[in-house]
């Protein structure tokens, strides 16, 4: 705070110099937040080349995991993933391949549009609430250009409330209190991220479903999370809700809003009647599983 500099030359050759450096936290509110990160911690981590970082979880006592709590299982929220873009869009390569030198490039690429747009179908989605979640502090360009355009959206939806949260914090509240979320908004790969820790948090990869839409056109692609589970095919024990989950968000999305929440209650009816497959307690088999949705859907 006094000479400017994030860490002045006399304590960098200090640092340089110890055998380990016991750290304590970075950050002030009267500091911007970004510059601050890169000129301490991260030139930190860079400059000394601190190359694996360690995060080790283990839990010394049942009482202190929040998945405990009855309290914290009523959760119903959106993730609205950017589709089209980010780490995923395949810009980049390697060079040197094959040698020591290689060098690999993966671009994160982020559009005004394709951004904007993004945030746009998140706050019309949204009943209470848009939560950005970027990580803006350490990924300062794409990271900026998300914070300008949901300012800039949120103000066309006074209505909604929003907040923002760094991905990292963002998986964190995930777990303490998932029921604190209403619409979640991010980029590609954070968003991949968080659905699968989402996906858990009701249940397990069997059970979520997904869509891949387009609002103007009006194209959809409806699956269900998970891949294809080739280690267990053929054998009558993968979930099948995911799958028809999936149907259901697929005609809300052609219209059918009726049908769809029929879908939705019969997977729900099953469940709690442990109508399921054995990875969310029951003892049926695949199409049994199947049957005891649709026995309910035509009841
Ligand atoms: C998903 C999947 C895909 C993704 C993989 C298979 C490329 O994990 O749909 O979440 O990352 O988008
Ligand atoms: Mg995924």
Redesign the pocket.
Known sequence: MRTGEPIPAQVWSDLEKADAILFGAVGDPRLDDAAYLAGVLLRLRFELDLYVNLRPAKLFDDRLSPLRREDRRKMDLLIVRE?TEGL?VGMGGRFKKGTEHEVAIQEDLNTYAGVTRTLEYAFGAANREVVMVDKSNAMTHAGGLWQQQWKAVSKKHPKVKTRHLYVDAAAMQLVRDPTQFDVIVTG?LFG?IL??LTAELIGGMGIAP?GNVNPETKRGLF?P?H?TAPDIAGRGVVNPIGAILSASMMVRHLGHTEMATAIEGAVESAIRAGECTRDVGGSLSTSECGDAVAKRLRD
């Open positions: 589709n995923y590609n991949d659905s699968d997904s699956e999370v891949g």
